[in-house]
């Protein structure tokens, strides 16, 4: 059983940056695809960037490439979104989820997947 808890999130001006942290614990043998995916309200979700637990791949939207970053660091257990040059359509919830089994690019495309969740932080990007 894996737990996920993303922390990072806040109000941040168009053009500015914000790194979000998604602490995992549990049996890491669980997963060997991690991610983070958005959610505005009234909007289906979408997956922001997804990335193979050894590293080897990573996907990002197209929404997102070049602005966003995602890295781990395997000795905290943690992944990070890096975000930059943010704009107020950047403004969801972000959450981060762990799953197996699927391609970086099919855990951040497909519309639902078997995996585990954390709850959510949410991003606000404003003047």
């Known amino acids: 059983q894996l737990e996920l808890v993303e922390s990072g999130g806040g109000l941040v001006q168009p053009g500015g940056s914000l790194r979000l942290s998604c602490a995992v614990s549990g049996f890491a043998l669980d997963y060997d695809r991690i991610g983070w995916f958005r959610q505005a309200p009234g909007q289906e979700r979408e997956g922001v960037s997804c990335?193979?637990?050894?590293?080897?791949?990573?996907y990002y939207a197209d929404s997102v490439k070049g602005r966003f970053t995602i890295s781990r660091d395997n000795a905290k257990n943690t992944v990070y979104l890096q975000m930059n040059s943010l704009k107020p359509e950047d403004t969801a919830v972000y959450s981060c989820?762990?799953?197996?089994?699927?391609?970086?690019?099919?855990?951040?495309?497909?519309?639902?997947?078997?995996?585990?969740w954390g709850q959510g932080t949410q991003v606000t990007v404003s003047s």
């Open positions: 989820a762990a799953t197996s089994g699927l391609t970086v690019q099919e855990m951040c495309t497909i519309r639902t997947f078997f995996g585990s």
């Open positions: 990335m193979s637990s050894d590293d080897s791949s990573t």
